[in-house]
């Protein structure tokens, strides 16, 4: 019996080991929905917003490695995949968007609620095609597919409403060949870089996601050359837990010892990172970067040896090659650096630091109504949560505070918007993990400004009951802003955020809300939230004038923050 094309593609997901679409029905994508209704092990998960479907897919297939899926209706329901869909095409993650479309014989005649998809995608997707002949398929989803896969990124089916149902005149079983190679460099250019870094006398590694899968070949560089080990953010999972060798992060979320070993070092190897901000970079160093993308070497900083293939395999040819270091003074100082820096992280995250001469003097600045400490409230998540639990977190100080006081130790798990950088993507991201892995915790750190952004999808969770812990931020500020225009000498203006009590909110809709507004409290919220079956929304009110010190603060963030204090309390402040 010939299948039709919403068949097709309903039949191959599930043979790609695809267990979850999600979107939002609508008239174009009936017959790929009704597909999904009568097909086991293949669930639709109807979102309250497409934004919200396809940042949930795009978790997933972070989370396993595999392709994740997504769907938008005609028009309107396309365009607003399109803030996920570049989330997951800046993390390199495969993801397919089958999208709909009006009739074929009406494409081009601007009928209603038409747009043109193949060019709305052309910016974010590595394949893009519109179906026009059941005669194309399975042909053309192998080859979005296969694109998605093997390049690490979105691919969009467009697929005409009135072309799903249509009968395939020649069947035949999809064929998607994707397995990946990993390639090495030549040895010559193994020899140049090993002859580098032998002759340096103080190393530091710079540790990305992409050597995620060679965490034991990292570690024994990292041994050989008695280096320090940078971690970008995509790193900590993987890397930070039981590693004597890493300083955690730098830029403006890191810490000192990091910025330290990386300015202190004569070489630096770069591992499976394309950390983008040039300014904390070292200088006067040589350099050795191992990219599985060759268009990445030297892109952020310039490189004295590039080598293009997969980390794991790189270092397998390298390690051989390299000298042990016969002097760790550079990696026992950075490490010292870096515990001595955690120990007042920790201080700060302790309740009962108020109470203190210096934590009174502290918060006489910049806490004066003694409101809850975003980093205690960090560190409590950091204590209750499971050791296998999957975390997301939203754009800003959301991400800052897990940075600092979230250790991904055991087998905890990490997604974020950290490329795109985008508001609203920690609750759709827990959604899409949850339904990964129903069986593990996952704790959504999440801004107030970047919970509101999609409130809607809160009903997604209850709808499908989906035990996930959002834990929200506060602070009644979009926080980095009001950073950012602070250390730029400007006053706050824009940042206050007039919120609901989102406990309330959250328990109106059938979630189980816990305010939390008293530091003492704050412990027992945390363990409560935890230990109560079921999704639950643990709304904590922050102190909004909390500063987040970056690793290197510069004099001139210094005296903007002083101007834009000053502006603030005379006439004229936002009130």
């Not at 990445?296 to 490189?303: A, E, K, Y």
Request: hydrophobic share 40%; aromatic share 6%; with cysteine.
């Amino acid at each position: 019996m010939a299948r039709t094309v919403a068949h097709v593609i309903v039949d191959a997901l599930k043979e790609l080991g695809v267990r979850h679409v999600f979107g939002v029905v609508g008239d174009a994508l009936n017959p790929l929905t009704d597909a999904i209704r009568t097909t086991e092990d293949l669930e639709w998960i109807g979102c309250r917003h497409e934004e919200a479907a396809a940042f949930a897919a795009s978790a997933q297939s972070q989370l396993s490695d595999t392709l994740g899926v997504c769907a938008g209706t005609v028009g309107p329901g396309s365009v607003h995949l399109l803030n996920g869909l570049y989330d997951a095409a800046k993390s390199r993650t495969p993801v397919l968007a089958i999208c709909g479309q009006v009739p074929l014989a009406e494409i081009g005649s601007d009928y209603f609620q038409e747009v043109d998809n193949d060019l709305l995608f052309r910016d974010v997707a590595v394949y893009r095609a519109t179906v026009s002949s059941p005669d194309q398929m399975p042909r053309m989803l192998e080859s979005a597919v296969r694109a998605a896969v093997t390049q690490g990124g979105v691919a969009v089916l467009t697929v005409p409403g009135d072309l799903g149902d249509q009968e395939l005149g020649e069947d035949r079983p999809t064929r998607f060949a994707l397995a990946a190679p990993r390639t090495r460099p030549e040895d010559p250019a193994l020899l140049e870089a090993a002859g580098l870094l032998n002759s340096a006398s103080r190393v530091t590694l710079l540790v990305g996601r992409g050597a995620r899968g060679a965490r034991t070949e990292v570690l024994r560089a990292a041994e050989l050359l008695a280096a320090p080990m940078v971690l970008t953010l995509k790193a900590k999972e993987g890397f930070e837990g039981d590693n004597p060798f890493q300083v955690g992060q730098t830029g403006l979320i890191g810490n000192p010892a990091a910025a330290h070993a990386l300015d202190s070092g004569d070489a630096l190897l770069m591992l499976g990172t394309d950390f983008p901000y040039r300014d904390w970079y070292p200088t006067g160093c040589k350099v050795v970067q191992v990219d599985a993308r060759a268009e990445h070497l030297g892109r952020r900083v310039p490189v004295d040896v590039g080598l293009a293939g997969d980390v794991g395999a790189t270092l397998r040819a390298l390690l051989p090659l390299l000298e042990e270091a016969p002097d760790r003074t550079h990696l026992d100082g950075a490490r010292e650096r870096f515990a001595h820096w955690e120990e007042g992280q920790q201080r700060l995250a302790d309740p009962g630091h108020e109470h203190r001469r210096s934590g009174r003097l502290r918060a006489a600045l910049d806490n004066r109504d003694h409101e809850i400490r975003p980093e205690a409230l960090a560190a409590a998540v950091d204590r209750y949560a499971d050791e296998d639990a999957v975390f997301t977190s939203d754009t800003g100080m959301a991400t800052v505070w897990l940075s600092r006081f979230v250790s991904m130790r055991g087998s905890r798990r990490l997604v974020g918007s950290y490329n795109l950088g985008s508001m609203a993507n920690a609750m759709p991201q827990a959604l899409g993990a949850q339904l990964w892995a129903p069986d593990r915790q996952v704790v959504a750190f999440c801004g107030d400004g970047g919970l509101g952004m999609l409130l809607g999808d809160l009903m997604t969770i209850r709808t499908y009951g989906l035990p996930v812990k959002l834990v929200v931020f506060d602070n009644r500020r979009l926080g980095m802003v009001k950073l950012e225009q602070e250390q730029a000498g400007l006053p706050e203006f824009g940042t206050r955020l007039d919120n609901p009590d989102f406990a309330a909110v959250a328990t109106a809709l059938g979630l189980t809300g816990i305010r939390v507004t008293d530091p003492a409290e704050l412990h027992d919220g945390v363990r409560r939230a935890f230990e109560t079956p079921g999704p639950v929304l643990l709304d904590v009110l922050t102190n909004p004038e909390e500063v987040a010190v970056p690793g290197k603060p510069t004099v001139a963030q210094g005296w903007g923050y002083a101007i834009a204090k000053v502006k603030e309390i005379l006439p004229g402040r936002e009130d």
